[in-house]
């Protein structure tokens, strides 16, 4: 499977999941200070996208049809899945624009 470069890989919803994604906001958090010190324009930030995985009760709200929940939202039937509705979560780091 093709992946972008920003990402960093697949977390569940328990507490250890919980504490690694704790740990990567802490360092990008760090990052973004430490790059700001050295006057440089660049800030990073971590995007978790949900994922419905495999027989989720929540898949009902996805699919298409008049008794979808977000099935006709501007993102698509599987792309913008709320995190309380996922199984688990991809995590990338993306660059923000400073516009």
Partial sequence: MNR???????????SKDS??????RKFVKYMNKM?????????????LQGRLGKNN????????????????????HWQCIRLEDAAHADAYIYK???Y
């Fill in 4 to 14: 972008t470069d920003a990402y960093i890989g697949t977390f569940t919803n328990d």
């Fill in 19 to 24: 504490a690694r994604i704790k740990d990567l």
């Fill in 35 to 47: 790059l700001k010190q050295e006057g440089l324009n660049h800030q990073y930030y971590i995007k």
């Fill in 57 to 76: 009760p929540n898949a009902w709200k996805y699919k298409a049809g008049e008794n979808s929940v977000y099935g006709g939202n501007y993102c698509g």
């Fill in 96 to 98: 923000r624009n400073p």
